[in-house]
């Protein structure tokens, strides 16, 4: 085991008050569900003022929303449930039971991508240029959200005994791992990288309003998809509880497409001078410049 720290580094502990926020008979309320309807409360909001600086329609972020909720948790829940079948196949009463925690925002992302695609065409309007209204909102939403991973001591590192150590339940802990009390914060982590991204892409949506630069529609988004994966994929790597394929991290792999992907995109916006692939056509994109 790690050596005992001393009382002042103790001090630094964080310690889960457990996963319910409130319960009266058969009634419950739980952090995590609580931090996730926040989260999409905040972001829509948010992103509505975004749009209305941007002169869009703030209804056509509150039409997207539904679209976003009804496909981003689920397809958020169906990747982390393939990748953890052999667990949920023996108890398949848990694979909707989404208030124990267990989404991958990766699946999330790609629902709410294909949302994207489905919802820009029926309405015309470029997919970047909503990306580009989403994703500061996406960004904060993570921050928030990932705070639900500590309310039910999930999602932490390896051992530690840094100041900021984390304790986790006996009951949590992963095989092999079980005489360790205090693990990684991996959600904090996570948390404050996200409000990082948040913070970077605000700065960058508040200067093109004043040409400082003036950027060019999808530049947030893939600015986003490099400045998040990059975290992401150092965090990944302290986690016990990663998806695998093999002896392969999911998440660092797709962190990696998502970076070189990011980076190709703003290539070919600012080197090539080209437009992104959109679902309008180029005579349609008015938000061009």
């Known amino acids: ?109 790609i629902g709410g991508t294909l949302a994207a695609i489905i919802f820009s065409r029926i309405q015309k309007v470029s997919v970047w240029l909503l990306a580009d209204l989403i994703v500061p909102s996406l960004a904060l939403g993570q921050a928030i959200g990932r705070w639900g991973n500590f309310f039910n001591s999930e999602a932490f590192g390896s051992p530690t005994n840094l100041p900021w150590k984390l304790y986790i339940p006996p009951q949590q802990r992963p095989p092999g791992l079980v005489n360790y009390e205090y693990f990684h914060p991996t959600f904090l982590y996570e948390s404050l990288w996200n409000l990082m991204v948040f913070g970077l892409l605000m700065t960058l949506f508040f200067r093109d309003l004043r040409k400082q630069p003036h950027l060019k529609v999808g530049t947030l988004a893939l600015i986003y998809m490099v400045a998040y ?21 999911i998440a660092q792999l797709v962190s990696l497409s998502a970076i070189a992907l990011g980076l190709l995109g703003l290539a070919w916006l600012y080197l090539a001078r080209r437009r992104l692939p959109d679902v309008v056509s180029a005579d349609k994109q008015q938000w061009d410049t």
């Open 1 to 109: 085991m790690l050596q005992p720290m001393s009382p002042l580094t103790l001090a630094f502990q964080f310690t889960s008050p457990g996963p319910i926020l409130f319960e009266w008979g058969p009634i419950a309320i739980r952090w995590y569900g609580l931090l996730i309807a926040s989260a999409v409360l905040i972001g829509v909001t948010l992103s509505q003022y975004l749009a209305k600086r941007r002169n869009v329609d703030p209804n056509l972020i509150g039409d997207f929303a539904i679209w976003l909720v009804i496909a981003a948790i689920p397809a958020a829940r169906l990747y982390y449930v393939l990748f953890e079948w052999e667990q949920y196949a023996q108890r398949p009463q848990e694979i909707i039971a989404i208030w124990h925690g267990g989404i991958a925002i990766h699946g999330a992302i």
């Open 229 to 249: 994966s990059l975290g992401r994929f150092w965090i990944e790597g302290l986690r016990t509880d990663s998806l695998m394929i093999g002896p392969l991290r």
